[in-house]
């Protein structure tokens, strides 16, 4: 069974700290994060999502973990566990990552690659749950998310994998990626050990004919399956 513990270049954090805490974790941590290519060879690839069940006190953490390139499943893995922090914007990791991390451990596969449901350079502090999660497993990691949470985009080509930057300043912090034409875009960021051109490339090479590659999808409905109503 794969290990998962915390990278020797991050060291270990409490996860029961305050907002104020957290934030300061996030800037002390963020500049661990690289910024360029660094996989080795990728034969799995795993979609990571989170729900939560009984009104929020329990954190549904999903692991989907896929053939490469044939996109087969493998293994899943999921893990439930108290949730201990509460849901303040930009802190999502600090709420998540327990449960994912849990769920990690339950692999019999080690994915090479992880895509996760959030954002990691697209982020206030450029530190989103897809690079918090990426240098604590010590794996390469891309932020794949639905929504923005900043920046701003000018407009995206309606063809399929057509891409627009997401900017937050001067910076680029992300890709408004169109991964069907026609369909609402995505948002693709940096997570750890991979640079924003090669993790649109992954993103696409892992979707099909829906709108979010099948990696993140098939996670997402694992960890919806027994959200309360």
Request: proline share 8%; with cysteine.
């Amino acid at each position: 069974m794969p290990e998962f513990t915390p990278s020797t270049l991050t060291p270990a954090h409490a996860w029961d700290v305050t907002p104020a805490e957290a934030r300061a974790i996030q800037e002390r941590l963020r500049g661990a994060v690289e910024t360029a290519d660094r996989l080795g060879e990728v034969r799995h690839v795993a979609g990571v999502d989170v729900g939560f069940t009984a009104g929020g006190r329990t954190t549904r953490a999903a692991v989907s973990v896929l053939a490469y390139p044939s996109l087969e499943p493998v293994e899943d893995a999921l893990a439930e566990v108290p949730t201990a922090f509460p849901y303040v914007p930009g802190l999502l990791s600090f709420r998540e990552i327990p449960a994912v991390m849990a769920a990690l451990g339950r692999l019999r596969v080690r994915p090479d690659l992880l895509l996760c449901d959030g954002h990691g350079r697209a982020h206030p502090r450029r530190f989103g749950l897809a690079s918090h999660l990426g240098l604590l497993a010590d794996l390469p990691s891309i932020g794949v998310a639905k929504t923005r949470l900043i920046g701003l985009h000018g407009p995206v080509p309606e063809r399929r994998g057509g891409w627009a930057p997401l900017t937050d300043g001067d910076e680029i912090v992300g890709a408004v990626l169109r991964t069907r034409t026609g369909v609402k875009p995505i948002f693709v960021s940096i997570g750890h050990r991979i640079c924003l051109h090669t993790a649109v490339e992954w993103v696409m090479s892992c979707t099909t004919r829906f709108r979010l590659p099948e990696t993140t999808r098939r996670a997402d409905r694992l960890a919806s399956a027994r959200r309360s109503p």
